[in-house]
RNA sequence: GGCCCCUUCGUCUAGUGGUUUAGGACAUCGCCCUUUCACGGCGGCAACACGGGUUCGAAUCCCGUAGGGGUCACCA
């Protein structure tokens, strides 16, 4: 059994970063027709909050993701205690005694030397009777995992074979001072105790991966398969990281991105498959090609998504588009729909032409009642039908000195309180005698 | 600074030594359709980061330069 996992940490609210990494192991989880698990990474109590994981949740099944299962870090601290202890007595775990400060100003003096800032092992050389006098004096221990210093190899799903010096890392620290587990750790745990098969995520963490091969064997798991995705980045290149804020899905759900739009345009960007919109994520997963993506950064085009997004309206079906309509439920109907899809851009806009409709839609009083009038004794004398509009225009014109369009532009106005919108022909169809007249009288 | 990755039209990319006047998609521009806007149809513009090699021949292989991204947390 396939089985991936998307694991935020719920310190923030999910960006398109983050949305694109929980998509691409969702649709490879279904492609597989594997389970898509998710997992809180909870372990930073400090910065985590509850308020962030609803949030996470929500986004998540906003864009259309559902996932098969669900666990917590935090639930799970026994099992690592466990773990840790294990790797205690294998002596591949050591205990540490330098604060962060010392650490560092240590950092900073290899930088400014034009070292790599490595974590120099010195707690390593402690012996037995030194720790037990730290710790009796009051210290607390951080725990490192000792990295063998080897070349690790993986085949990378998207980034081919990779290599990573381990001599250029520094030993983790997989527990804090306050005995709180780090991620490097518990996340080797939880993918080992879940069997997870596929392991998709940012490229920020191919080193992570590394480190994390040689934990996965000192565990004598399975180790997953690894796919480091590009990054995303502005559109000038820069970090996305840097405008977090701009990008958050909440902002996005502000600026009437559809769902589906985001998800086609995530799904895609960055590989060599054609962003095209897709009427249910079944497409989406259908099309998905773990090897299709490209190694160089993408630009997340936000211009891009927006036009992509007034797209949406022009292609998705009626069913699909139904489900998101609030008022006026009972009168949106597919014939409304194929007339209204290729003048709208948002459902607030939908919602907009179904109350000029079939709405109390309040027309702007201050117009030419002269005209209005003129225009309503013109009206056909007979059942309203497709041949309706271009024999009152005919009427008109005969009583009155003035262009077509200037009457065409008058008549939308006074309809609709519109100079734009789906074709008068139809339009006087949908609108019906009443409201025509209503609309057309003075003194309403 | 060490290490890793990357660099083809505005954007996402195809391309693995000759089949390439470098292909597609989206954007853009023009025309057609349309008694509005849009949709739709047709067409145009537009790119191999730079410099050296190797080769009969290089977007493609090698070296260098520049630029970008990542990482080097008691975050994930």
Redesign the pocket.
Known sequence: MNKLRF???P?GNLHVGNIRTALINYLLAKKLSGHFMLRI????IE?SNLIYEEQIKKDLVWAGMNWDSEVK?SQRINKYKEVLDLLISKQLVYP?????E???LK?KA??SS??????DRKSLNLTDKEIEERISNGKKP?YRFFLKSEKIIWNDLV??E????TS???DP?IV???G?????L??VIDDSDFKITHIIR???????SAVQIQIFKALNSQIPQMGHL??M?D?D??????RIGSLSIDELKKQNIEPQALTSYLA?????????LHNSINHLINEFDIN????????F?Y??LK??N??FF?LINFNTIKERITENKAYFTKEFWDFIK??VSSIDQIHEWLDILYGNFYIDKNNNFETKNLYLNCFPDQPIDHLTW?KW??NITLKVNDK??NI??NI?AFLTGK??????SSLIIFLGKEKIFQRLKTDN
């Not at 709180?180 to 490097?184: A, D, E, Q, V």
């Not at 290149?237 to 840097?242: M, P, Q, R, T, V």
């Not at 895609?268 to 095209?276: A, F, L, T």
């Open positions: 694991a935020p940490s310190t990474d909870d372990t930073d910065r870090q540490c005694f330098e604060d962060p010392e650490l560092n950092r290899q930088l034009g070292n790599p800032p490595i974590y951080h980034r081919g990779c290599l990573l010096d250029s890392v520094s620290i804090r001072e306050d709180r587990f780090i991620y490097t518990a996340s940012g490229e920020d963490h191919v080193t992570n590009s990054l980045t559109i290149g820069g970090g996305l990281s840097k895609k960007i960055g590989s060599s498959q054609n962003v095209e299709s993506f490209n190694k160089a950064p993408t630009k085009d211009e891009f036009n992509f007034i797209k022009q290729t003048n271009s225009l005919e077509k369009i065409i532009k939308r100079s734009s919108g789906p074709e008068l």
